[in-house]
């Protein structure tokens, strides 16, 4: 019985041991973001995700939302859904659009305004210090463009202009296009019809 007692404290005891032995996780070998490895011909332990992988969140079946076409073509209007399947269609009136506008206008004034100019006449602080202007929003051509053209523009660069796809999420790119459209009607409409507008 003595013996049975004795083999139970022992083997009690050495299945303890092992949890009472504290490994740092810190000391483990692993590497690091950005760390430099010998392993991989590049260079470097981070590496580049396969090809047709789609990270989460990452899936983009809406068209129209997310590049701005419909059919392969800028699309004609504002998106279906914005920003989501859940949020019902782009707001065209009332305080829903006012609040998207007020949205588009501050995410003009950070990242449109230094260039086209906060009237968007192409008379940005960056092009008064010496940089080819980029076209007025008030021209004809791009008063006649559709939405889709300006989203796409915004997201892929055109000329001179990089791309801001990955600075500026999609609803908010769709929010810059409505308020560079007020700009637009701003200037085109008589100021009398333009408070009108904007009591409603």
């Known amino acids: 019985m003595k013996s049975r007692i004795q083999i139970a404290i022992v083997c009690s005891v050495a299945l303890l041991l092992p949890g009472c032995w504290k490994e740092n996780m ?7 973001p950005m760390q430099q490895s010998v392993f991989f011909a590049d260079g470097t332990t981070a590496r580049p995700l396969p090809l047709g992988v789609i990270p989460r969140g990452g899936l983009r079946l809406d068209s129209q939302l997310y590049f701005g076409f419909v059919g392969g073509k800028p699309a004609e209007t504002f998106p279906v859904h914005y920003p989501g399947p859940d949020d019902g269609p782009f707001p065209l009136r009332g305080p829903q659009l006012r609040r998207i506008l007020a949205h588009g206008q501050g995410e003009y004034g950070i990242f449109c305004a230094m260039c086209h100019g906060d009237a968007g006449d192409g008379q940005g602080i960056i092009v008064q210090r010496g940089m080819v202007p980029p076209p007025s929003f008030h021209l004809d ?33 769709w929010a810059i296009v409505a308020y560079i459209r007020t700009l637009q009607m701003s200037q085109a409409i008589p100021a009398g019809q333009a408070k009108e507008i904007a009591a409603r």
């Not at 810190?26 to 690091?32: A, E, T």
């Not at 300006?150 to 990089?162: E, H, K, L, R, S």
């Open 141 to 173: 051509r791009l008063r006649q463009a559709p939405p889709g053209h300006f989203f796409d523009v915004i997201t892929n660069g055109y000329g001179a202009m990089y791309s801001y796809g990955d600075r500026i999420s999609p609803a908010d790119r």
């Open 26 to 32: 810190g000391s483990q070998p692993k590497v690091k």
